[in-house]
């Protein structure tokens, strides 16, 4: 994967994150308990616990596909990207055992409405706050479970992308996360359905079975 990714750290950590989204009337991203102390700023507007590549996370396919070959350890990350004018997102992406969430919606931008793309990713940061806790109670219930693979979750409105799909640990040809768009498109009543959909999977258990 050709990106570069930051290595620069700098003051602040989850607190500051927290008070700038907070400040900007976006919501704090949510952040696993065990990853709070590992949550670095990582440039403007950039916070992860990784080396991370503001415009990797912009133009989102390239860390679904490596979270998707099984080569990368657990991380958060949320930035703000982009490019231009009006060309830029709030990127939030959350790797978590058998869990990986990629959500990107539009802000930012010149010729965005503030206060609708402001409450858009209000909405989103929410719902994937939803899918964590989601992901805490199945681990709670069954903590010492393995799984061959992840529940691959994705949602960007400049990418058309929405989808929610279970992949195994070895991906086998299966072709591109576009190509998993599913059958309910965002709408007005459900404008995140891979989120939505992620959430109530993780909580009905319908997973495949765990590694003996």
């Known amino acids: 994967m050709k990106r570069r990714a930051s290595s620069e750290r700098q003051e602040g950590g989850v607190d500051e994150m927290r008070r700038l989204f907070d400040e900007a009337?976006?919501?704090?991203?949510?952040?696993?308990?065990?990853?709070?102390?590992?949550?670095?700023?990582?440039?403007?507007?950039?916070?992860?616990?990784?080396?991370?590549?503001?415009?990797g996370m912009y133009m989102f396919q390239d860390y679904v596909l490596e979270a998707l070959s099984g080569r990368v350890e657990d991380y958060m990350a949320v930035s703000h990207a982009g490019h231009g004018a009006n060309s830029y997102a709030i990127s939030y992406h959350?790797?978590?055992?058998?869990?990986?969430?990629?959500?990107?919606?539009?802000?930012?931008?010149?010729?965005?409405?503030?206060?609708?793309?402001?409450?858009?990713?209000?909405?989103?940061?929410?719902?994937?706050?939803?899918?964590?806790?989601?992901?805490?109670?199945?681990?709670?219930?069954q903590p010492s479970r393995r799984y061959d693979g992840r529940l691959v979750v994705g949602h960007s409105t400049f990418r058309g992308a929405s989808f929610c799909r279970w992949a195994p640990a070895a991906p086998s040809g299966d072709g591109s996360p576009w190509e998993w768009t599913d059958e309910?498109?965002?709408?007005?009543?459900?404008?995140?359905?891979?989120?939505?959909?992620?959430?109530?999977?993780?909580?009905?258990?319908?997973?495949?079975?765990?590694?003996p």
């Open 25 to 55: 009337g976006l919501g704090a991203p949510p952040v696993p308990a065990q990853m709070e102390s590992l949550v670095e700023k990582r440039g403007e507007w950039v916070y992860a616990t990784r080396d991370i590549d503001p415009m």
């Open 94 to 141: 959350l790797v978590m055992g058998p869990l990986a969430v990629f959500a990107q919606t539009g802000w930012g931008g010149v010729y965005m409405d503030k206060e609708e793309s402001t409450a858009a990713v209000k909405t989103m940061l929410s719902r994937c706050g939803e899918v964590l806790d989601a992901l805490q109670e199945l681990n709670e219930a």
């Open 184 to 211: 309910t498109p965002p709408s007005a009543a459900d404008p995140y359905p891979a989120l939505t959909k992620a959430t109530t999977l993780l909580r009905t258990s319908p997973l495949p079975p765990p590694v």
